[in-house]
């Protein structure tokens, strides 16, 4: 079976049995104090494996269903069987770790969902097929106009510091996510670059 529906199956079992079951939340959730001081490093990873509710949940594997399984094939050709779930597991820790560091001393900080792995997948794609057309909310856009828009509008929530929604997760996921596939293949950016020069769409 591929590491993506893998993935997208834990994910969705972990965040219904979390919904209703609030101590499995709380020992999940990405909370500081327990990590400061309980050194309960697993919560870096499995913080993303719980949602708030349905609807952030559908629409983080919808996006990681469509661009997760062709980012799979590129990494499992560059470092093997499980270079996809490498980039994956990556992407939740290297996303959140500004916003824990940011908050170890705040008790009343919690983090949750995997928005920032997601990004990471989201803007590896980009990459690889910068005028993919893409459907955001019913409205077909190229892949890298998104992109754009989506780190033009996370930068401005996230110096608003305004709402439930972690937005320096998506902006280091997407970074994450650009350099690690730089790393792993330093050919993707001259391929990206041109085909950025050359808009097709498709």
């Not at 590896?124 to 509008?153: C, F, K, N």
């Not at 401005?156 to 709402?163: A, E, I, K, L, S």
């Amino acid at each position: 079976m591929p590491i993506t529906l893998v993935i997208i199956a834990i994910t969705c079992v972990v965040s219904f049995m979390a919904l209703q079951n609030g101590r499995l939340m709380n020992d999940l959730i990405l909370w500081p104090p327990a990590i400061t001081r309980q050194r309960e490093y697993h919560r870096l990873v499995t913080y993303g494996l719980v949602h708030a509710d349905f609807g952030h949940l559908l629409f983080n594997m919808l996006t990681l269903f469509f661009f997760g399984r062709v980012m799979e094939q590129f990494f499992s050709a560059q470092l093997g069987s499980f270079g996809f779930a490498l980039f994956y597991i990556g992407g939740l820790v290297i996303s959140i770790l500004p916003s824990y560091l940011k908050n170890r001393a705040n008790p009343n900080y919690r983090s949750l969902g995997a928005s920032g792995a997601v990004s990471a997948v989201l803007f590896a794609y980009v990459l690889l097929a910068p005028w993919s057309q893409i459907l955001v909310l019913v409205i077909p856009m190229p892949a890298i106009v998104y992109a754009l828009l989506y780190t033009g509008y996370s930068v401005y929530m996230d110096r608003r510091g305004q709402g439930n929604i972690n937005h320096s997760a998506h902006l280091w996921g997407a970074a994450y996510g650009v350099l690690f596939t730089l790393l792993v293949n330093p050919r993707v950016l001259p391929y990206f670059l041109n085909a950025l020069a050359h808009p097709s769409f498709r």
